[in-house]
């Protein structure tokens, strides 16, 4: 079995309680969500990114979408801020250095923002004087952080992230913390 979710910013990739941190409440969690049992993801979102995570019950399947040897490719939607323009997004195409990794070539354009896009709670602070321009990202790795880390480096921070797509299956049709099972 796999479940494709549409994980909301501020959900935690767990299904055990999440504690709560310096006296705020802990945040939800998947088991919030996805009321079966003996699930697990394949790959993880970060709390503060939405969009798409896969859930299995077969180990195997859950390898294969998660590990980057099978370069599965990765779609994201970021809103970052700035004026991005095609030409400043070449180092992303070409691999970035973060310090402790170099990416591999990433596949990045300029896009409007998606259609049937879901307001965020609480939406992304927004500054009057500077412009905010999405982007289509493709990556087959998946790192920690790295599509944030990514935009950061070459000067446009990401505000929003959601990941549209893994392989074939995307977001299409699936509402924020809604999911649907699918038969593997």
């Known amino acids: 079995m796999m479940i494709l ?3 909301p910013f501020n959900v935690v990739c767990q299904f055990s309680p999440h ?3 310096n006296g705020k409440p802990g945040h939800p969690t ?4 996805i009321p079966i049992a003996d699930v697990y993801a394949a790959g993880r979102l970060d709390t503060d990114s939405e969009g798409l995570l896969i859930l299995t019950d077969d180990g195997a399947l859950q390898h294969r979408l998660s590990d980057p040897k099978h370069k599965l490719i990765k779609t994201y939607w970021a809103q970052v801020e ?3 323009a095609d030409a400043d997004l070449q180092p ?3 691999g970035v ?3 402790d990794f170099f990416t591999k070539p990433a596949q990045v354009k300029v896009i409007a923002e998606p259609e049937h896009l879901w307001p965020r709670h609480p939406p992304i602070r927004e500054r009057k004087q500077i412009p905010t321009t999405w982007l289509e990202i493709k990556i087959s790795e ?3 952080r790295q599509v944030r880390r990514m935009t950061a480096k070459v000067g446009f ?3 929003r992230l959601i990941r549209y797509a893994i392989g074939d299956y995307t977001l299409d049709h699936l509402a924020p913390g809604e999911y649907k099972v699918v038969q593997t």
């Open 92 to 94: 992303l195409r070409l």
């Open 82 to 84: 700035g004026a991005a």
């Open 97 to 99: 250095d973060l310090g």
């Open 30 to 33: 998947l088991k919030d969500f």
């Open 19 to 21: 504690e709560p941190n």
């Open 142 to 144: 998946g790192k920690n």
């Open 157 to 159: 921070p990401t505000l």
């Open 5 to 7: 979710f549409n994980k």
